[in-house]
Nanobody, 125 residues
């Protein structure tokens, strides 16, 4: 299984980025997908998730109304649109996959089986 994340970069406060994650080697449409992030000296934290059907999305409260997660099962890809970026959003962003039959949305890193390599988001003020 491979998850390949891309789209990170340097952006000014208030700017936008779109992260993408391409999956291979798994039945993508059966997996819940998520984005986590890890800042320097911090633990990896949940950002957003989307169910295997795409019908349910969940967000960490600080990104609610600024970030949008979406998926395209035909292209085996998940995206994260980051809007109105703040300095505290700077981190390495990781996409992750877990088989999608949980009764509640998986939000802990330990609940995810497969991980991408991460893509750096830097926010300048």
């Amino acid at each position: 299984v491979q998850l390949q994340a891309c789209g990170g970069g340097l952006v000014q406060v208030g700017g936008s980025l779109r992260l993408s994650c391409a999956a291979a080697g798994l039945t993508f449409s059966s997996y819940d997908m998520a984005w986590f992030r890890q800042g320097p000296g911090k633990e990896r934290e949940f950002v957003a998730s989307i169910s295997w059907t795409g019908g349910r999305t969940y967000y960490e409260h600080s990104v609610q109304d600024r970030f949008i997660i979406s998926r395209d099962n035909g292209k085996k890809a998940v995206s994260l649109q980051l809007n109105n970026l703040k300095p505290e959003d700077a981190a390495v962003y990781y996409c992750a996959a877990t088989y999608g039959r949980a009764t509640s949305p998986p939000m802990r890193p330990t609940q995810y089986t497969y991980w991408g390599q991460g893509t750096q988001v830097t926010v300048s003020s």
